[in-house]
């Protein structure tokens, strides 16, 4: 069966996280977003764990479902449409490693996977002797990542150990700020063991299949999310039985049971582009080397983006396809979209939740609309403006503004409310 798997998430026992980050919330969004596999996020952390103990039961293999009476009580609260979705939860963390290595401060986050609650006990005790499990869900702990990997692995053979966005300057294996430029700098003997990477929101597989490094492990996506709105921001595609095995086999092998990931527009993450975010500029690669990497204003280093790095770490051309590429789908969020089409800059209103709802009531959950319902048939339901900018969404025929030094960027399918308006008045004619 084709299974949707979003691994790295956070609860709200990590920083910056909402209240909802709890199993029930991330139960309710996991199905109206339509993810069949979602991670834990934080089981390093002793509240959090007590939690996934006492909320979670076996289901199959390696594989956690929510108890029956808790899941049939929010089932209650779900659109019809969407209460048959399979949910699955499998034990996940992502750990801060910050140590010296080649002389430079290091800042690496990775994601671990593992199939069982022993597993986890066993990981956390031996982390314990290193740091502070209690301070962040998402743990800082002053460990080089290759000791960390092989920790992972003596604990649980069939860990799945994952480089967390690679490319985000401050934290990425390959960022630019501490990173390294290889995956043999950063785990040296343990390199063999990496077999699958995180694109990050601001990079996408295009510009990670210039880097010969990378060649022949898993790419994957996974939302990062601090709030269960969030899930699904990006994900993995797989076809496998509903087993730990069998998921993580597709990440562990990069064979035909990962079929691809569904990725943000890699413009919209906050570190695609060069920039100085105080300052207001935003600058592509060329631009950044003209400046020799400073400001035009305030002639400060600029923050050098995702896309940079790439173009620094590339032996391959922007254009270069692998022989057998993996299926890539580019989203916009619901919400954002209908943000776009009402004119509102807040994808929180309380319109833009009661449309989604409607829309979640007649066509079924998230990525199923986004990516599959035929536009006919959102046509047919009443939605079509809507379904004008799903169609561009799906064709790519969108506007690109990229972010840059922690600011979003910003997607759009519409030129401006003009452009928009004018559609909307022709829907209406029509």
């Not at 699955?88 to 069982?116: C, D, M, N």
């Not at 990050?200 to 492990?217: E, F, Q, T, V, Y």
């Not at 990006?234 to 076809?239: G, I, N």
């Amino acid at each position: 069966m084709e299974l949707i798997v979003d691994l790295h998430i956070h609860s709200h026992y990590s920083r910056a996280t909402s209240k909802q980050c709890n199993l029930e919330g991330l139960y309710y969004w996991g199905k109206l977003k339509g993810i069949n596999i979602i991670g834990t996020g934080d089981f390093t952390h002793p509240e959090w764990f007590a939690e996934l103990r006492d909320k979670l039961q076996p289901a199959e293999p390696g594989l956690f479902k929510l108890k029956d009476a808790i899941a049939a009580e929010i089932d209650k609260s779900l659109p019809l449409a969407v209460r048959n979705n399979v949910i699955r939860f499998v034990p996940t963390v992502e750990i801060s490693a910050i140590y010296s290595k080649g002389g430079k401060v290091r800042k690496l986050h990775q994601l671990i996977v593992v199939p069982s609650f022993k597993a986890v006990s066993e990981i956390n005790a031996r982390l314990e002797r290193i740091g502070n499990l209690k301070a962040d869900g998402r743990p800082i702990l002053g460990i080089d990542s290759k000791e960390l990997l092989r920790l992972s692995l003596e604990a649980e053979a069939r860990a799945l150990f994952i480089p967390a966005h690679i490319w985000t300057p401050w934290f990425g294996m390959f960022g630019s700020k501490s990173g390294f430029d290889s995956i043999e700098e950063a785990f040296e003997e343990l390199t063999p063991h990496i077999r699958a990477i995180e694109t990050g929101l601001s990079s996408d597989p295009a510009m990670n299949w210039r880097i010969k490094n990378l060649d022949g492990l898993a790419i994957t996506s996974n939302s990062d999310a601090h709030s269960p709105q969030k899930l699904g921001r990006e994900a993995t595609m797989v076809k496998a039985e509903l087993t730990y095995d069998n998921i993580t086999g597709a990440f562990q092998t990069n064979d035909d049971r990962l079929i691809g990931t569904i990725e943000f527009f890699p413009e919209e993450g906050k570190y695609h582009a060069d920039g100085h975010r105080i300052c207001g500029v935003r600058l592509t690669p060329d631009e950044t080397r003209m400046r020799q990497g400073s400001c035009p204003v305030c002639n400060k280093p600029l923050v050098v983006g995702v896309n940079y790095r790439v173009s620094e770490l590339a032996d391959r051309p922007i254009d270069f396809l692998p022989k057998h590429p993996k299926q890539v789908e580019y989203i916009i969020p619901l919400a954002e979209i209908l943000a776009e089409l009402r004119g509102l800059k807040s994808v929180s209103s309380k319109a833009v939740a009661a449309e989604c709802d409607k829309i979640y009531a007649a066509l079924g959950d998230e990525f199923s609309v986004l990516r599959k319902v035929p536009i006919q048939q959102i046509q047919e339901a009443g939605f079509g403006l809507l379904a004008v900018a799903i169609e561009r969404m799906r064709n790519r025929d969108v506007v690109l503004e990229p972010g840059f030094d922690g600011v979003y960027g910003i997607i759009k399918v519409f030129k401006d409310n003009a452009e928009r308006q004018t559609m909307l008045n022709q829907i209406s004619l029509f």
